[in-house]
């Protein structure tokens, strides 16, 4: 087992070494802070970050582009954010939306699930978990904790009260390997991001 996780681990930096990473470029009406690009309007501040997703389940990087971002609400009425007000642009204008956490659980559950002791042979559920050996109970708590990480650490959609800030990822299908430049859009502000080839 430890053998497992030593591999596990070194093929997951070996993913996030050859990974690009895209940093926000300044222009006017965006300021960066740290690795952030930022935007300030009357009524809202917009900050992105393309972070990675480092977190359980590690296997999301082989399949979406994230970012971590950050409102917060300036008016002193409520501020709406809805999945939909969210695009991401590639270099040749091509739009990606994001995808559900929803989505996102039916992707990773398949892949845990087909380790563990089912009965083929009919409709039962799960065995019970005093009967599934060690290796079967760490899928099965490893599947559990990266349901628990896209609660904790993905963005909620919704109201934001006034003065409050809602922060968290958001998840895009994979950009091709070959693309140097996207920018993200909330609402009607955008902030661009260019390449950059992240150190080994």
């Known amino acids: 087992m430890a053998k497992l996780k030593f591999v ?34 009357k009524d809202f501040v917009f900050a992105a970050e393309n972070r990675y997703w480092v977190k359980e389940p590690t296997e999301l990087t ?23 007000d969210f695009a991401l642009i590639d270099e040749a204008g091509n739009q990606y939306d994001i995808i559900s956490n929803e989505y996102i659980e039916i992707l990773i559950q398949p ?3 087909d380790y563990l002791s089912l009965d083929k042979d009919s409709d039962s559920e799960l065995i019970d978990i005093s009967d599934i050996i060690d290796e079967e109970k760490n899928l099965l708590e490893k599947w559990r904790k990266g349901k628990e990480n896209l609660i904790r650490y993905s963005f909620r959609f919704g109201n934001l009260h006034a003065g409050a800030r809602k922060s ?32 080994e």
């Open 111 to 113: 892949s845990q699930f």
């Open 62 to 84: 082989n399949y979406f582009t994230t970012f971590y971002v950050s409102i917060r609400n300036r008016s002193s009425e409520l501020h709406e954010i809805k999945m939909n």
């Open 8 to 41: 596990t681990l070194i093929f997951l930096l070996m993913i996030i070494g050859c990974t690009a990473k895209y940093m926000p470029l300044k222009e006017a009406g965006v300021s960066i802070s740290e690795e952030f690009g930022v935007v300030k309007t």
């Open 168 to 199: 968290g990822f958001i998840f895009f299908p994979r950009l091709a390997e070959s693309n140097k430049r996207c920018k993200l859009i909330y609402k009607d502000v955008e902030i661009k991001f260019s390449r950059v080839e992240e150190e």
